[in-house]
Each structure stands twice: as structure tokens, then as C-alpha cells.
């Protein structure tokens, strides 16, 4: 029979031996270990569960989510990719297109360009729906052409000095109120999350003049609803030195870990590693040959948090893809 502590390991610990990984998976239903009460219950949830913001910006949030499983971790990272709602580029009327770009190819960039404005203001528009109302869509107009420019050297061969709005970018999409939505939005500045994004690039003659119609939608339906480019997770580290390390496996070993995790300390002329308090704010990194060519059971035990414990989260905000 496993002792209390090696059950408690087994429980909440995920272990990074030098053979492969133990206890990735969630055990701790009820019944399954004696002596334990694993039945739910949400008081004991809410007293236990946590969020730690880590960092947060305008297209990325980094968070500890404390006393959670993985399992429900991974959900949310699910619902974001695919469950909460945004603003996407749905239809594309094309009035005029002499750019090398088909329309085709043009509509499906103009949807996935990421738009800002809050889903929570308009309603999902009907299916069937062909005309959009003020309380379901966001229309976009995007009317440029390219001409050159008569103060250019003729020496130059520099697009940028040769031709005037020879690039398209996002931030030429502006704004057309439909209905009453000058008078529901009096402050809204409904725009792309991003004003660099390259759609086209076009010729002295070119030109692009298409209306955009934006409706809310997930991502379950279509990725370019999705408000998220990148949403992970993984399991908080739990780092334990067993032994002293001392010379120059102290040295290797801060080598084999990301910086701050590993601190030199000089103990009476001997050198010896210490872990940082650093740790559980940056997380780590292991490389591999740690694993290979040293005596990793005797020296160190590095674990992650499983159920009831640590899990870290990163979220970054929709771009478009280059």
C-alpha cells in the first residue's frame, strides 16, 4: 500500500523522472483513494479556487488559475477558441476590383482581418438574413486607388516615392453607420484591432472600391470569428533539489534551466545551487540532456501541479496571418 505522502504525490503531483512522466492522469474522483474525500463540493471549490493575473495588455493576458484541474483548464481554453462571440467581416460586396488580388482571395483576408467592437452590442443576425440591420451588422467601406506621383526623381525606383496609396492596409476600412447607429453608437470608434495589416498592394490605375458587412459570430463556426490567436496552458513546476549540488554540477545545472530558476550561491569557497524565488513567477524550462547525462534521481525532482493545484494560462488577442 502506497504511503500518505506517495498518494499525495500521486494525487496532485505530475512527476518529471529520468525514464518518462508519472501520474498524468486525474485520479481523484470518489472512492478512488481510502482516506480521502474527493466528492465535490462547491463551497470547498469556491475556498480553494483562484485567479492570479501574471500579466496583462492590450492583446495578451497571462494568468494562474489556483486549485483547478487540468482538465477544466483545457475547457477554458476551448470556450475561447471557440465559444465567445466577436465581430467578423461576413459578406464582401466587391463594386470594383483592378487589383492583382481576385475577389475571392480578397474577401477571405478583408474576414479574417480582427475587427474592434464589443459583440455584447449587436444580436446574431437570422440565418436566411440577407440585409443586415443596424442591431446585427457593422458595415465597412474600402475605396482606394493607386496613382503616381508627379514630384518623383525619375530616378528613383522606390514604390514608396514613385506612387501614392500603392499599399492597402487596414486602417483604409472606415466606418459606414447603418441606420440609427450614429445615434445608438454616439462614441463608438468601431476600426480593425490592428491599422498595418497589408491587404493588397496595387499599380498607378488599381484600384479597390468593396462594402463589408460584419456580423457576430464564434469561432465554432468559422476560425475568423475566433477572438483569440493563441490560448494555452500548462501545468504550474514544482522544483526540489534532493541533495547539495555543489562546483560544476551547480554551474550545469543553472545552465539546464531558464534564467532565474537556478541561483549560484558561494558557501565557504564551495559553490552551490539554490532554487530562486523567481520560479513560480517565470516557470521553466528543462533541457533535455539534463534528463540524458546526469544522475537526475539523486539530485533533482522537478513536478508539476495536477488537480487541485497550479495551472497557468496565456491569451493573445486575434491577428491576421502573415
Same mark, same amino acid.
Given at each position: ?53 501574471? $500579466? =496583462? =495588455? ?9 486549485? +483547478?484541474?487540468?482538465? +477544466? !483548464?483545457? !475547457?477554458? $481554453?476551448?470556450? %475561447? ?8 467581416? =461576413?459578406?464582401?460586396?466587391? *463594386? ?15 474576414? %479574417?482581418? /480582427? +475587427?474592434? !467592437? ?5 444580436? *446574431?443576425?437570422?440565418?436566411?438574413? =440577407? ?27 522606390? /514604390?514608396?516615392?514613385? *506612387?501614392?496609396? &500603392?499599399?492597402? @492596409? ?6 459606414? #453607420? ?12 468601431? $476600426? #480593425? ?10 499599380? /498607378? ?16 463556426? &468559422?476560425?475568423?470569428?475566433? #477572438?483569440?490567436?493563441?490560448?494555452? @496552458? ?15 554540477? !551547480? ?7 531558464? /534564467? ?13 545551487? +539554490? ?15 539534463? %534528463? ?31
Amino acid at each position: 500500500m502506497a504511503t500518505k505522502r506517495g498518494t499525495g504525490e500521486m494525487r496532485d503531483r505530475v512527476v518529471l523522472g529520468e525514464f518518462g512522466v508519472r501520474n498524468v492522469h486525474t485520479t481523484d474522483f470518489p472512492g478512488n483513494y481510502p482516506g480521502y474525500d474527493d466528492a465535490w463540493d462547491q463551497l470547498r471549490f469556491e475556498e480553494g479556487f483562484r485567479v492570479d493575473v501574471v $500579466r =496583462e =495588455e492590450d492583446d495578451a493576458l497571462e494568468f494562474d488559475m489556483v486549485g +483547478i484541474d487540468a482538465a +477544466i !483548464a483545457n !475547457a477554458f $481554453r476551448r470556450i %475561447l477558441l471557440a465559444e465567445v462571440p466577436t465581430m467578423a467581416v =461576413e459578406k464582401v460586396f466587391v *463594386y470594383n476590383n483592378t487589383s492583382i488580388v481576385q475577389d475571392e482571395i480578397l474577401a477571405h483576408r478583408l474576414g %479574417l482581418i /480582427p +475587427i474592434r !467592437a464589443d459583440p455584447r452590442l449587436f444580436e *446574431y443576425r437570422n440565418q436566411g438574413d =440577407e440585409e443586415g440591420t443596424e442591431i446585427d451588422t457593422l458595415q465597412f467601406q474600402l475605396k482606394i486607388k493607386c496613382s503616381r506621383n508627379p514630384r518623383a526623381a525619375k530616378e528613383s525606383s522606390d /514604390p514608396n516615392e514613385l *506612387y501614392f496609396n &500603392h499599399k492597402v @492596409y487596414s486602417k483604409h476600412m472606415t466606418w459606414v #453607420p447603418l441606420g440609427n447607429q450614429t445615434d445608438l453608437f454616439p462614441d463608438a470608434d468601431f $476600426r #480593425p484591432v490592428h491599422d498595418d495589416i497589408l491587404i493588397a498592394q496595387l499599380r /498607378p490605375g488599381q484600384e479597390i472600391d468593396v462594402l463589408m458587412h460584419c456580423v457576430k459570430g464564434i469561432g465554432k463556426d &468559422h476560425a475568423k470569428f475566433s #477572438p483569440v490567436a493563441t490560448a494555452s @496552458y500548462r501545468l504550474l513546476p514544482d522544483i526540489a533539489l534532493l541533495q547539495p549540488i555543489e562546483d560544476e554540477a !551547480a554551474e550545469l545545472l543553472q545552465k539546464c534551466f531558464s /534564467p532565474g530558476v537556478i541561483e549560484i550561491q558561494n558557501i565557504k569557497a564551495t559553490v552551490h545551487a +539554490i532554487l530562486s524565488l523567481v520560479l513560480w513567477m517565470s516557470g521553466c524550462h528543462m533541457q533535455i540532456y539534463l %534528463l540524458m547525462n546526469w544522475d537526475l534521481p539523486e539530485t533533482l525532482r522537478k513536478k508539476s501541479g495536477k488537480s487541485s493545484k497550479c495551472t497557468t494560462g496565456h491569451v493573445q488577442q486575434g491577428g491576421f496571418p502573415s
